[in-house]
């Protein structure tokens, strides 16, 4: 049988109506003759009761130094939460299931507690629920080390769990669900009418998520390209099929255009290039670009072109001038 990776986000495990979404996409797999493997964020954000950063909070209001190994070991736990719950979700359903700590699915990672890298995955755990015909619910952002410590992985770290365990248990598809249908080729909040691409290459996704994008971290993608695992971004709370991220890019001219915060009331508009037009097109591509700021009136502080990425620094307050203006130019 196919084994298939779904990875739920906070938001998607938040509230109960939400995991009935989610559990939606789970039944789907699994009717469709998979073996499928979830996994799960911590439930909601800050201020829900088993959100990461509330359980911080906890731990924080009791005085005293931080410990990194207590900091990690209550930060595991709402992860935990959100796999024993899933996994009862699924079995009301009438489907079997398993919940899992990312330990007892054979995650063995690095001694850096709070941002601790995956060095090997035992895929036998989750495999020998898989054989008992168990959906399997995996903690995610979680492992342990060689000592048995219990290690969290950082910003992303749901993320990267379900790619390097699909990667581990030779996968046939992962799939990340969050909130939005897929990649789009910029914030909608700054243009609505934003196209949400089909699909985009490993190295334009990378570029985008280290750029500013927040749809997927970039230990994810560097995971995905590692194992030459594509991947697809979907939403909890629709049907489509969302985007595709792999070896083959799109036919738009630019694939996306990022914003990250710098200083001093700065920001950085990098602008992605298709990956096939930029080694033919990239000197054409930045010239278009640097027009269409300048036709724009946006006060560039700085400025940089490096292979399918260009840069510009600009003041905050013309962000989403700048934003709009190198969209229209090109999908105008």
């Known amino acids: 049988m196919a084994i298939v990776v779904q990875k739920f986000g906070g938001t998607s495990v938040r509230t ?39 359980l911080i ?23 935990i939460i959100s796999s024993a719950v899933m996994a009862a979700n699924i079995e009301a359903s009438g489907v079997p299931a398993e919940a899992m700590t990312g330990f007892q699915a054979g995650i063995l990672t690095t001694e850096e507690f709070g941002n601790a890298d995956i ?18 619910v995996v903690a995610g952002f979680q492992g342990q080390t060689e000592k048995g410590e219990i290690t969290t992985l950082g910003r992303g ?16 598809l992962v799939e990340i669900y969050t909130d939005v249908p897929g990649v789009a080729v910029t914030d909608p909040r700054i243009v609505p009418e934003a196209p949400f691409l089909s699909q985009i ?38 049907d489509g099929e969302g985007t595709l991220v792999g070896p083959m890019g799109n036919d738009y001219p630019i694939s996306g255009i990022s914003v990250k915060e710098a200083e001093d009331d700065l920001s950085v508009i990098s602008v992605v290039y298709n990956e096939s037009d930029a080694a033919v097109n990239a000197v054409a591509i930045s010239e278009k670009i640097e027009s269409l700021l300048e036709a724009a009136n946006i006060p560039v502080k700085n400025r940089k072109a ?27």
Do not use: W
């Open 119 to 136: 060095i090997n995955i035992n895929p036998q755990p989750v495999l020998e629920k898989l054989k008992q015909g168990k959906v399997v």
């Open 201 to 238: 290459s490993f190295k334009e996704m990378l570029a985008l998520a280290e750029n500013g994008a927040k749809v997927i971290h970039p230990r994810a993608v560097k995971a995905a390209m590692s194992f030459n695992m594509p991947f697809r971004i979907k939403s909890t709370f629709a």
């Open 16 to 54: 109960p109506e939400n995991r009935k979404a989610a559990l939606k996409h789970i039944l789907k797999a699994r009717d469709e003759g998979n073996d499928v493997v979830v996994v799960v964020s911590a439930m909601g954000r800050k201020g829900d009761p088993y959100a990461t950063d509330t």
């Open 57 to 79: 909070q906890l731990l924080e209001s009791q005085g005293g130094p931080e410990c990194p190994k207590k900091k990690d070991l209550i930060m595991s736990c709402g992860e």
């Open 157 to 172: 770290g749901s993320d990267t769990t379900a790619v390097v365990l699909g990667g581990y248990l030779k996968a046939d």
């Open 306 to 332: 490096v292979a399918n990425i260009f840069c510009a620094v600009v003041p905050n307050n013309y962000v989403q001038s700048a934003v709009r203006a190198v969209f229209d130019g090109f999908y105008g």
